[in-house]
């Protein structure tokens, strides 16, 4: 049986990373310093397009199925035991809406978020997966 999976705010996102499922502190390899904390933001970023799909009326046998693109976003970084990968969708979310809010205070100076990587078939370029 898996353990069961909290909620959290995606804004903890950040600081949940630092442990494993265990609820053990994440070391880094080149961990000198106690203090060293793994960055989300500098993990390689992923993305998989996914579909929801839905009987429009699920009495009738004819019924249409509509499907929706549903973007997740992932970002696989690295400790001492290892690669794992979190998923960001929520995270980056919010981390977009903060840039976006701050770079209209600051002026012009528009930065451009990470592209993510492709590494399957069924993962797609982020301009294909716009909807």
């Known amino acids: 049986m898996t353990p069961p999976c909290r909620s959290f705010p995606a804004s903890e996102l950040p600081l949940r990373i630092q442990q494993d499922a265990s609820g053990r502190r994440r070391k880094?390899?080149?961990?000198?310093?106690v203090s060293?904390?793994?960055?989300?933001?500098?993990?390689?970023?992923?993305?998989?397009?996914?579909?929801?799909?839905?009987?429009?009326?699920?009495?009738?046998?004819?019924?249409?199925?509509?499907?929706?693109?549903?973007?997740?976003?992932?970002?696989?970084?690295?400790?001492?035991?290892?690669?794992?990968?979190?998923?960001?969708?929520?995270?980056e979310g919010e981390r977009a809406r903060a840039d976006s809010s701050s770079s209209s205070s600051e002026g012009s100076g528009t930065k451009e978020p990470p592209k993510p990587h492709q590494w399957s078939s069924s993962w797609h370029d982020a301009d294909e997966a716009a909807p």
């Open 28 to 33: 880094l390899d080149d961990a000198g310093s």
């Open 36 to 91: 060293r904390r793994i960055d989300l933001s500098a993990c390689e970023l992923f993305q998989m397009l996914q579909y929801k799909c839905e009987v429009q009326r699920p009495l009738t046998r004819e019924s249409p199925v509509r499907c929706f693109a549903v973007d997740r976003l992932f970002r696989r970084c690295k400790d001492k035991k290892g690669v794992f990968t979190v998923e960001t969708t929520a995270w």
